[in-house]
């Protein structure tokens, strides 16, 4: 990993004089892309406006649709989401804010400053959700 892109988090310990603790931008991307995904009502996250279409990218890749700057002590963090058709989007926005804002927190000890949530588009059902609703009925 680029040294240039881990951050250097003060020791948990005044007295322990161990060294350093480095965290990789990529890890927080990751914390904060895991826990964005876990709120109800975001369909998946968005890489970014390509050719004016949002694509929706899967759960392989966690780091996709978050922007992190993260500095000694404080990271502030962008989400690019699809939210599920037929939600209310403020709530899952606060939702996603609040989830990321305590996973970051609680796993690397950096304060986060902000989360900026990005709205890049809406998920519909697929056909086949729909084949298999109307098979129950």
Do not use: C, W
């Not at 040294?3 to 007295?15: C, F």
């Not at 990751?30 to 050719?51: K, R, Y």
């Not at 304060?111 to 298999?132: C, I």
Request: hydrophobic fraction near 45%; charge should be negative.
């Amino acid at each position: 990993m680029d040294k240039e892109k881990e951050k250097v988090i003060a020791s948990p310990r005044k007295d322990a004089n161990l060294g350093t603790i480095r965290i990789a931008d990529e890890v927080v991307s990751i914390i904060a892309g895991l826990a964005a995904t876990e709120v109800n009502g975001i369909a998946g996250m968005s890489g970014g406006l390509v050719g004016g279409i949002a694509e929706i990218l899967g759960r392989k890749n966690f780091a996709k649709g978050v922007k992190v700057e993260v500095g000694e002590r404080e990271a502030a963090v962008d989400l690019y989401i699809i939210v599920k058709y037929g939600v209310r989007i403020p709530d899952v926005a606060l939702a996603a804010q609040e989830n990321v804002k305590q996973a970051i927190e609680t796993m690397t000890g950096l304060s986060v400053v902000e989360v900026n949530v990005h709205v890049q588009g809406v998920g519909f059902p697929d056909e086949e959700q729909k084949e298999e609703e109307i098979r129950v009925r």
